[in-house]
């Protein structure tokens, strides 16, 4: 098992940046697969950005160009950069983790077992 907290979210003006970290404890961190979801008022929890246990990225289409996502395993943390924020990005963010998906399935998020509890990123116009 793993355990996630999140962190970095916060108000930004559109335009701004933001940094989300999400520290995983518990397990061996290398192991997993790590994906970042949000969910915003009223909508579906949607996909955001995922990272494989080697690092190939994928980012949903409406935030590639403008969001990275990158690994550090020492430190046991995933991150999500997210630049040029726009309004429509402000959700609830959660990092996920999953050791046992396969990378076809990393956009769903039924395929990832373990969940933080989220960090807010609102973007003001």
């Known amino acids: 098992q793993v355990q996630l907290v999140e962190s970095g979210g916060g108000l930004v003006q559109a335009g701004e940046s933001l940094r989300l970290s999400c520290a995983a404890s518990?397990?061996?961190?290398?192991?997993?697969?790590l994906g970042w979801f949000r969910q915003a008022p009223g909508k579906e929890r949607e996909f955001v950005a995922a990272i494989g246990r080697g690092g190939h990225t994928y980012f949903a289409d409406s935030v590639k160009g403008r969001f990275t996502i990158s690994r550090d395993n020492a430190k046991n943390t995933v991150y999500l950069q997210m630049n040029s924020l726009k309004p429509e990005d402000t959700a609830v963010y959660h990092c996920?983790?999953?050791?046992?998906?396969?990378?076809?399935?990393?956009?769903?998020?039924?395929?990832?077992?373990?969940w933080g509890q989220g960090t807010q990123v609102t973007v003001s116009s």
């Open positions: 996920a983790a999953d050791s046992r998906i396969i990378m076809s399935s990393y956009r769903q998020d039924s395929a990832y077992d373990y």
């Open positions: 518990g397990d061996t961190f290398r192991r997993y697969v």
